[in-house]
């Protein structure tokens, strides 16, 4: 008989990776070594992308090959583009890009090559067309045409000018790349541990990446983003009715959304630097309300519950400031996971082997088949 397994796998070592690392008890993050707090704000998420997929920090003439590589991986194929339209009525914007990625895969001149060769490609190309999907969903709906990219600006630049059709402020953008930056990776969380089990088939790239987006959007993964900013909008008055939802919500038994964390036992480290950024950006638009009513939210959840905001607390206020819609900000979050999605598809790749783990049967044993008439 199999041991019994901790619920949720908590503390299990399901994979070896070299991309990412953390220590809950710590607070810290490393990405390939470097901790989160020395690299976030200092490098764009192009070199970001250099790191996870390709193992280091760029050089100069690297990252302009990158650089390249993604604004001709950008276009996406006839595929998407007839699909587009369709998914765009029905459903939510998650399911839209769920099925938009995956069809990616039909178009893709790769799809039929399963060497590590393509899947650096296909890695590059995904990363590239990510945030132009999401921008082209936001704008289908919307009734206008997609605003064509500025090669002056980098992924975060075009995505918020593809987004809002101005373009961004310089420090506007400064932000969004570091919440890519920080979005990143992160070890075995839900959505990438998806990934590698379908890839540890033998599965394509973009097969393992759909997955993926389908474990992302739950509640309790990256779609607490844009139920956190639900909350935040749906609390009436001023920051004092903060206390008294928290109050209530914990009475009723229910959870706190962008509070939490499997690995973390303390402040998680992006939140440190969202927090900063919300804050920030609360000053320059002139609208303090949603940061504050979370710095509230935050002291109350602590207090009554012992409770850090994850990434997507700080997340939320920060998105809404640059303008972004809520229902997009867990397709956001996505933009940024896909370069850690295919660094670990590619990393599995690398070294495979099926992930099959056992269970634990709880069901009744010996039973007596009878016919159906005497059942
Ligand atoms: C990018 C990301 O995925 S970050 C996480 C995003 N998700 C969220 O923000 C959703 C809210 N948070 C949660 O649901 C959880 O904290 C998770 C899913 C992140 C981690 O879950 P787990 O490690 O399985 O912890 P679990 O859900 O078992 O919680 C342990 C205890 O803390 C409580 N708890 C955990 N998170 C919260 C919360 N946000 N609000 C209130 N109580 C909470 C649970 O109710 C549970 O209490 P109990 O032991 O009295 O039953
Ligand atoms: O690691 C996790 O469990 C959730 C996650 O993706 C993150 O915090 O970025």
């Given amino acids: 008989m199999a041991e019994k397994s901790p619920r949720g796998l908590a503390d299990v ?4 990776t070299s991309i990412s690392d953390i220590d809950g008890r710590a607070g810290r993050l490393s990405y390939r070594g470097y901790d989160i707090h020395d690299i976030a704000g200092r490098i764009s998420f192009e070199e970001c992308v250099h790191l996870l997929q390709r193992g280091t920090l760029p050089t100069q003439a690297e990252l302009d090959g990158l650089t390249a590589e993604l604004a001709d991986g950008r276009r996406y194929g006839s595929v998407a583009t007839t699909l587009l339209p369709y998914v765009v009525q ?7 890009l769920r099925t938009l990625v995956s ?8 799809a039929a090559d399963a060497s590590i060769e393509a899947d650096r490609r296909k890695a590059t190309r995904l990363v590239a067309q990510m945030p132009v999907l999401v921008a082209s969903y936001e704008a289908q709906r919307s009734g206008r045409e997609l605003p064509e990219a500025d090669p002056e600006l980098g992924i975060a630049g075009n995505f918020l000018l593809q987004i809002t059709g101005e373009r961004p402020a310089p420090r506007a953008a400064e932000i969004f790349d570091e919440c890519l930056v920080l979005h990143a990776d992160h070890t075995m969380n839900a959505s990438t541990f ?4 379908i890839a540890a088939t033998l599965s394509d790239m973009h097969s393992a990446i759909t997955g993926a987006m389908g474990a992302l959007r739950g509640p309790l993964h990256g779609g607490a983003n844009e139920a956190v900013m639900k909350t935040l909008t749906s609390i009436d008055g001023d920051a004092d009715a903060v206390d008294q939802f928290v109050r209530d919500e914990l009475a009723a038994g229910r959870k706190i959304m962008g509070f939490g964390h499997r690995v973390y036992k303390t402040e998680d480290p992006r939140a440190t630097h969202l927090r900063k950024m919300s804050e920030e950006l609360a000053d320059l ?12 939210m935050e002291q109350v959840v602590l207090d009554e519950k012992g ?3 994850n990434v997507d607390f700080f997340a939320a206020s920060v998105y809404h400031a640059l303008g972004i819609p809520t229902d997009l900000f ?3 979050f996505a933009i940024s996971r896909m370069s ?3 660094a670990h598809v590619i990393e599995q790749h690398e070294d495979n082997r099926l992930i099959r783990p056992d269970s634990d049967y709880t069901g009744p044993h010996d039973q007596q088949w009878v016919e159906i008439s005497k059942r």
Avoid: Q
């Fill in 13 to 16: 070592v399901a994979a070896s």
């Fill in 90 to 96: 029905s459903g939510t914007p998650m399911e839209a």
């Fill in 103 to 110: 069809s990616l895969a039909i178009d893709d001149p790769d």
């Fill in 194 to 197: 998806t990934a590698r089990v």
């Fill in 285 to 296: 638009t002139g609208n303090r309300r949603y940061y504050e009513f979370s710095r509230r």
């Fill in 307 to 309: 409770l850090y905001p």
């Fill in 330 to 332: 867990t397709p956001v």
């Fill in 340 to 342: 850690g999605w295919t």
